[in-house]
């Protein structure tokens, strides 16, 4: 099944203010993972992965917070 990177924002209150799906589509979770960590890593200061959620958390330098996860494609 592929895979795709889901980039969400989060405003000062906690809640979602965007929702961004990146391109490519990936064919393996371990290959989305790793430009998913890379996406957070150039996005913020700071690096924590949830692995229930399968994602990359990151905190900017003016302090929003972004999830870069992955999720499998549903065909």
Do not use: H, S
């Not at 969400?8 to 979602?16: F, L, M, Q, T």
């Not at 998913?36 to 929003?64: I, M, S, V, Y």
């Amino acid at each position: 099944m592929p895979f795709q990177i889901l980039r969400i924002e989060y405003d000062c209150a906690g809640n979602v203010a965007a929702r961004q799906t990146t391109k490519p589509v990936f064919e393996f979770d371990e290959d989305a993972l790793a430009l998913a960590e890379f996406d957070a890593c150039r996005a913020g200061d700071e690096l924590e992965f949830d692995p229930q959620k399968n994602c990359w958390r990151t905190t900017t330098p003016t302090g929003g917070r972004l999830e870069f996860c992955v999720e499998e494609i549903k065909t």
